[in-house]
């Protein structure tokens, strides 16, 4: 089992930039597909961004791509997601998640793991 933690959420400036983190606890790490969701008031919560276990592939969201970086540390047992010229409609409470399977889903029922989630809100 994992334990995850998210951290470096807040409020924003539309256009600003955020960098999250997700650090975790337990099993090795490295074992883990990791993957970064997201959820705002009255909607489903979608996939945003995801890695592979040796950070060799990434996957993005169509409505993220070309503005937020997922990467992630093995060594530091952390994930993060690096979120540039932001808009209001990224505004969400953002989870990170794990995967034991070792490929690519964008499916919130394919990831074993969660974190407790962070608010991230962008003002106009």
């Known amino acids: 089992q994992v334990q995850l933690v998210e951290s470096g959420g807040g409020l924003v400036q539309a256009g600003g930039s955020l960098r999250l983190s997700c650090a975790a606890s337990g099993r090795t790490f490295s074992r883990y597909f990791m993957g970064w969701f997201r959820q705002a008031p009255g909607k489903e919560r979608e996939f945003v961004a995801g890695?592979?276990?040796?950070?060799?592939?990434?996957y993005y969201a169509d409505s993220v791509k070309g503005r937020f970086t997922i990467s992630r540390d093995n060594a530091k047992n952390t994930v993060y997601l690096q979120m540039n010229s932001l808009k209001p409609e990224d505004t969400a409470v953002y989870y990170c998640?794990?995967?034991?399977?070792?490929?690519?889903?964008?499916?919130?029922?394919?990831?074993?793991?969660w974190g407790q989630g962070i608010q991230v809100t962008v003002s106009s």
């Open positions: 998640a794990a995967r034991e399977r070792p490929y690519y889903s964008g499916r919130v029922y394919e990831y074993d793991y």
């Open positions: 890695i592979s276990r040796n950070g060799g592939g990434t």
